[in-house]
C-alpha cells in the first residue's frame, strides 16, 4: 500500500511538539543521552490555514458558531484525512486540518495508551524470545519509592496478569493501570527513543496515569518477569532507571489552579507532563491500519496478527466484551464508552454497520479522540482526530470543567458533519473492508 506525497508532508511537516534466547536476561545499564530539541516556533508562524474547515463549519453555524470565534481559546485542533483506494487497494489520502498547531500544548491524557501498547508488542517482537509471547503470564514486583507490584488479575479467566490483558484493559475502557503496567514493561528510556527514532522527534512520554508520582520515581521502573505455565522464567527485566536528558520545556495550561486546597493564581505548568501532538497521533493510527504507508524504518516492528489484534480492541464495544467481564455493568461500560467522535456522551447502541477504531483522551479539561471510522454498509472509511480544551473558566483541579456542555457535542457534531460528508463523497473504486472485520466476544 502507498502513501501519496502531500500526507507524508503533512504529517511531517506538523509534528513539531515536543515527543539469543537465554532463561534470565538482565536489562543492561543505561547509557546517558541529551536529546536536543530545536526550539518551537512562535505560534503564529505554524498554525495551519485551511478553508476546508472554515467553509464546512460556517455551514453549520448552529454547532460551530462559537467554535469559530473561540478556536484559540478553546484550543481546538482538527485532522480530517479522506480515504480513496487505487485498482489494486492502496489507499490514497487527502488532508484537511482546522487550527493545528504543534507549538500549542495539550494535555493529551490517555492518548498515550495509543502508542504505549504498540511499543509494548513491538517489545516483545524484539525480545525474541521461544515461548514468550503477549499472552505469557507477567509478574511486577516493586524496588523504588512509589512502585507497586502485580501477582495475579482478577480480570482474567485463570487470574494470569499478561500483555494481551493490559492492552485489553488499555484500548476497551482506557485503563489507567493497564498502561502503568505496559510503561514499567517498556521503560521510559525506550518508548521516547523508539518514537523519535520513527520520526515523531519531539514527542515525551515522561510519567505514568492517574497516580501522582514524582519525576525520579516515573524515571524508574519496576522490574518484571515473564513466566512459562511450567514456572520457568523466561525473561527477567530488573528495574530500569530512565537516563535521557531533555531539554526544559515551557508548557503550561490555564490561568489558575487548585494545589492541595488552595487557587495558584497563575498557569499551570505543564513542563514535565506528557506531550505529543495531535499530527502525531494521526500519524501514529494511520501506520497501524495502513502499515505499508510508512517508510520501513519508521513503521513499528508488529506481525499481522499483533495489528489485527491491536485493531479488534480498539474497535471492540465494551457491551461485546467478556474478558475483561465488562458487559456485565453496561451502566459503568455502555456501547459507545470512549467513541466521542460521533457519538459524543451518548449511551445509546451503534449502527452495527459502524465500527469506529480509536484512542481517547479527556484531563484536566482537554477532550481528545484519534479515529478511522467503517461504515460497512456504506463502504466508507475515514481518519478523524480533534481536540478541544472544555475549560472556559480557566481555572485547573477545580472538578469544574464543560465536558458535557462542549467538548462532547462538538465532537459529536464534528464526527457526523463529516460522515455525512463522506457518505455524498463520489469514489472510483470502493474500498474492500473486509480485514477490518473482526469477531468480538458476543
Not at 383 to 395: E, Q, R, V, W
Request: hydrophobic content about 35%.
Amino acid at each position: 500500500m502507498g502513501i501519496n506525497k502531500p500526507l507524508l508532508v503533512f504529517l511531517l511537516a506538523s509534528t513539531f511538539g515536543l515527543v539469543s534466547c537465554s532463561v534470565t536476561k538482565k536489562t543492561p545499564a543505561p547509557v546517558v543521552q541529551t536529546v536536543k530539541v530545536a526550539p518551537i516556533p512562535a505560534e503564529k508562524e505554524i498554525i495551519r490555514k485551511d478553508a476546508f474547515f472554515e467553509d464546512l463549519m460556517g455551514q453549520y453555524p448552529q454547532y460551530f458558531d462559537q467554535v469559530l470565534k473561540n478556536r484559540k481559546d478553546w484550543n481546538v485542533q482538527i485532522i480530517y484525512t479522506a480515504v480513496d483506494r487505487t485498482s489494486n487497494g492502496n489507499p490514497v489520502f487527502t488532508n484537511y486540518s482546522f487550527n493545528l498547531n504543534s507549538a500549542k500544548y495539550f494535555y493529551p491524557a490517555s492518548t498515550v495508551k495509543l502508542p504505549i501498547s504498540i511499543l509494548a508488542l513491538q517489545k516483545l517482537n524484539e525480545l525474541k524470545i521461544i515461548g514468550l509471547d503477549r499472552n505469557t503470564t507477567m509478574i511486577t514486583d516493586q524496588a523504588y519509592s512509589g512502585q507497586t507490584p502485580v501477582y495475579n488479575d482478577p480480570s482474567t479467566p485463570d487470574g494470569r496478569p499478561s500483555i494481551s490483558q493490559y492492552i485489553k484493559k488499555n484500548l476497551l475502557v482506557s485503563d489507567n493501570d493497564a498502561s502503568n503496567r505496559l510503561y514499567e514493561f517498556l521503560g521510559q528510556d525506550y518508548i521516547n527513543e523508539q518514537l523519535q527514532k520513527k520520526g515523531y522527534v519531539n514527542v515525551q512520554i515522561l510519567h505514568r496515569l492517574g497516580i501522582s508520582l514524582s519525576p525520579d520515581e516515573n524515571r524508574h521502573t519496576n522490574p518484571v518477569k515473564f513466566v512459562s505455565p511450567q514456572g520457568t522464567t523466561l525473561y527477567n527485566q530488573y528495574m530500569q532507571s530512565a537516563s535521557r536528558k531533555y531539554l526544559q520545556r515551557r508548557d503550561s495550561v490555564g490561568k489558575a489552579f487548585y494545589k492541595e486546597g488552595r487557587l495558584i493564581p497563575q498557569p499551570m505548568d505543564f513542563s514535565s507532563k506528557n506531550r505529543i501532538g495531535l499530527a502525531d497521533l494521526h500519524r501514529i493510527l494511520i501506520n497501524l491500519v495502513f502499515p505499508n504507508s510508512e517508510p520501513r524504518a519508521q513503521g513499528f516492528n508488529l506481525s499481522s496478527e499483533d495489528r489485527n489484534f491491536l485493531l479488534k480492541y480498539m474497535s471492540q464495544l465494551p457491551t461485546e466484551t467478556m474478558s475483561p467481564p465488562y458487559s456485565a455493568d453496561t451502566a459503568a461500560y455502555w456501547p459507545s464508552f470512549c467513541k466521542f467522535l460521533l457519538f459524543g456522551s451518548q449511551k445509546g447502541a451503534i449502527p452495527k454497520n459502524i465500527r469506529i477504531f480509536n484512542k481517547v483522551g479527556d484531563a484536566y479539561g482537554q477532550l481528545t479522540d484519534v479515529a478511522y471510522i467503517v461504515d460497512f454498509e456504506k463502504k466508507i472509511e475515514f481518519f478523524l482526530s480533534a481536540t478541544i480544551y472544555c475549560n472556559k473558566d480557566g481555572i485547573l483541579n477545580d472538578d469544574h470543567y464543560d465536558y458535557e456542555t462542549l467538548g462532547f457535542p462538538f465532537m459529536k457534531q464534528l464526527g457526523q458533519v463529516i460522515y455525512n460528508l463522506e457518505l455524498k463523497r463520489k469514489r472510483k473504486i470502493i474500498p474492500d473492508l473486509t480485514p477490518f472485520i473482526f469477531e468480538y466476544d458476543k
